[in-house]
């Protein structure tokens, strides 16, 4: 008996399991679908905090010009997020419920394409603005402070923004790999079938 087990072989005698051509298809307009909604909601919940701060903007009427310039940076943060975020759009409404497997595949690439650019490069430059603005915000008030409580606050923000940029975007954007890679893989699998 030996203890060379060649893993390698193993793993690529594996199968990929593809469901029924229908079956596929429902499962990409599905995850496109739910994809879709995600949007939706996060361009209400934007559009309604930009709105909540340029409310406390007006009402408040904040003496520093970095109170100011805070406010308009987390607002610009926000909306070439969304403005990015909405070019996903087209890829995600399904015209035809019956595309066929190789738009789906064509679909779901490009999709996984403008994701990608925008889980990297647009997060990060929306976190790098958003707690520019953030501490430019808080500054006005934070001088009001004793310096312990202004560390406090300042670390609050941070530990926060932190969390989300290093913690829950990361398990977000695996998730989301994950299930599109899997349909991708299904639809390449099945493609290649009809081809041979």
């Not at 903007?57 to 100011?68: D, N």
């Not at 997020?81 to 995600?92: I, S």
Request: hydrophobic share 50%; net charge positive.
């Amino acid at each position: 008996m030996t203890n060379n087990i060649d893993f390698k072989q193993y793993w690529n005698k594996q199968e990929i399991v593809t469901p029924a051509p229908k079956e596929l298809i429902k499962k990409a307009n599905e995850f496109k679908r739910k994809a879709y909604f995600k949007l939706i909601a996060a361009n209400l919940v934007l559009l309604v905090i930009c709105m909540s701060i340029s409310f406390i903007w007006f009402y408040y009427q904040p003496e520093f010009l970095t109170t100011k310039l805070g406010i308009v940076l987390c607002i610009i943060a926000m909306l070439v997020y969304l403005a990015f975020h909405n070019t996903l759009t087209p890829l995600l409404i399904t015209h035809s419920l019956e595309l066929d497997s190789k738009a789906q595949l064509k679909q779901l690439i490009a999709l996984k394409r403008k994701q990608r650019f925008q889980q990297t490069t647009l997060l990060n430059g929306y976190f790098i603005l958003l707690s520019l603005g953030l501490g430019l915000y808080m500054y006005e008030y934070v001088i009001r402070m004793t310096l312990p409580w202004a560390i406090f606050s300042y670390g609050i923000v941070l530990f926060w923004i932190a969390l989300n940029a290093f913690y829950f975007r990361p398990k977000m954007i695996k998730k989301q790999q994950v299930k599109l890679n899997q349909l991708i893989a299904q639809l390449k699998d099945f493609d290649e079938q009809l081809t041979n």
